[in-house]
């Protein structure tokens, strides 16, 4: 609809009923060009979920608008593709690209629960890597997606059963996506969630190093965003008594203001000082330990 990104049929398919579904596993060839024609990728068979963020937006969007044999080609707007990051070293930043996609196959996603504990770590993992690729484009939502994908996988129930050093690889899996979730939920500025998702790992792992600095960040930014509102609060406060008694003297607003911005900053510092403390003893208590 904003003409970044068009989809022209070359070859036509079985038609909308063979279309995908989001959630499918779908198996494209394809190939990607620059502008300039110059080839960067080309995939005689390319198998990914449908609606998952398993590949770049051009592509995962498009498909879903395929049927089965349909052979299209595909103008992207950098926006759909790698974005200001690009992909280094053959697609630069803001490069627009142009794929030339067949959708060969449509079926069904596995069935988490008949999983073994090997293709569970591999797909958890696939999801918490792409994750991983998306925080490093600073495309947080994206990352926050994938990684509650692969937080789904490792928490999904099963009927197999599963090693104990699998079991142990499986929670390293969890504890890894609930630490970055918490990292991209904190650049999104998501504090509760973030909280929570630190408090998750702590849970399980009451020493881990990286939990405890971001929970401490988080507290951090929480009460950051206290004192601004009492801060702001007490400003409107002052300003309303100063009407009530009509007096608008420059003069005895100064110091109220600052005053309140005092005793704000000293609470401020005051009580991060206790966080920072707390979370710094839990390091040093979990290192002993």
């Known amino acids: 609809g904003n003409g970044l990104l068009k989809k022209k049929v070359l070859t036509p398919g079985k038609g909308p009923e063979s279309r995908p579904r989001k959630g499918q596993d779908v198996t494209v060839r394809l190939k990607t060009s620059l502008e300039d024609a110059s080839v960067v990728e080309d995939w005689v068979s390319l198998t990914f979920t449908l609606g998952d963020g398993d590949v770049i937006q051009a592509l995962d969007l498009c498909v879903q608008l395929m049927g089965i044999e349909e052979t299209v080609l595909i103008d992207a707007n950098s926006k759909y593709c790698y974005g200001t990051q690009g992909r280094i070293p053959n697609i630069l930043p803001n490069a627009n690209l142009l794929l030339e996609v067949t959708l060969l196959d449509v ?19 696939q999801k918490r890597e792409r994750g991983n690729f998306y925080y490093q484009q600073a495309d947080y939502v994206f990352a926050i997606n994938s990684y509650d994908i692969a937080l789904k996988i490792v928490n999904s129930s099963s009927k197999v059963d599963f090693t104990p050093d699998e079991e142990n690889e499986l929670l390293d899996v969890k504890m890894k ?60 406060e002052t300003a309303m008594y100063r009407k009530m008694l009509g007096n608008v003297s420059t003069s005895t607003n100064k110091p109220a203001h600052e005053s309140s911005l005092s005793i704000s900053w000293k609470w401020l510092f005051g009580a991060t000082a206790i966080a920072i403390g707390g979370v710094a003893l839990s390091v040093v208590i979990a290192a002993r330990n």
């Open 177 to 236: 996506c609930l630490n970055n979730l918490a990292a991209s939920q904190l650049k999104l500025d998501h504090f509760e969630a973030a909280l929570k998702s630190c408090n998750m790992v702590l849970e399980q792992q009451p020493e881990n190093i990286k939990a405890l600095f971001r929970k401490g960040k988080t507290i951090h930014a929480e009460l950051s965003k206290l004192v601004k509102k009492h801060a702001d609060q007490k400003i409107v």
């Open 107 to 125: 079926h069904d996603g596995p069935d988490l629960e008949l999983l073994t504990g090997q293709e569970k770590l591999a797909l958890a993992n």
